[in-house]
Nanobody, 122 residues
Framework: QVQLVESGGGLVQAGGSLRLSCAASGRTFSSYAMGWFRQAPGKEREFVSAMTAITGVTRYADSVKGRFTIDRDNAKNTVYLQMNSLKPDDTAIYYC???????????????WGQGTQVTVSP
């Protein structure tokens, strides 16, 4: 069982930056691939980024590539999402998730946080 708690969301102007954190409980955090997803009002939840458990391989959605960076600190049971050059289209609830296997689809993730709101004003 893994419990995830996101933090770091907020209101920022376009072009600004935010850093999201996701703290995980449990002693097996390092064995999970970690992902970030987002859901805007009226839209389906979409993949943002993911990182493998040990090797540190990353994947990004095309819409955030070059602007967002995922990282994890297994010693602190925490995964981060650094978001730069934010755009109004990035406005959404951001969720972190844990998967026992490498995946970029939401259905493949086993545990989810409650989400943190990110709002980017024009």
């Amino acid at each position: 069982q893994v419990q995830l708690v996101e933090s770091g969301g907020g209101l920022v102007q376009a072009g600004g930056s935010l850093r999201l954190s996701c703290a995980a409980s449990g002693r097996t955090f390092s064995s999970y691939a970690m992902g970030w997803f987002r859901q805007a009002p009226g839209k389906e939840r979409e993949f943002v980024s993911a990182m493998t458990a040990i090797t540190g391989v990353t994947r990004y959605a095309d819409s955030v590539k070059g602007r967002f960076t995922i990282d994890r600190d297994n010693a602190k049971n925490t995964v981060y999402l650094q978001m730069n050059s934010l755009k109004p289209d990035d406005t959404a609830i951001y969720y972190c998730a844990a998967s026992r296997s490498w995946a970029t689809t939401a259905i493949s993730y086993d545990y989810w946080g409650q989400g943190t709101q990110v709002t980017v004003s024009p």
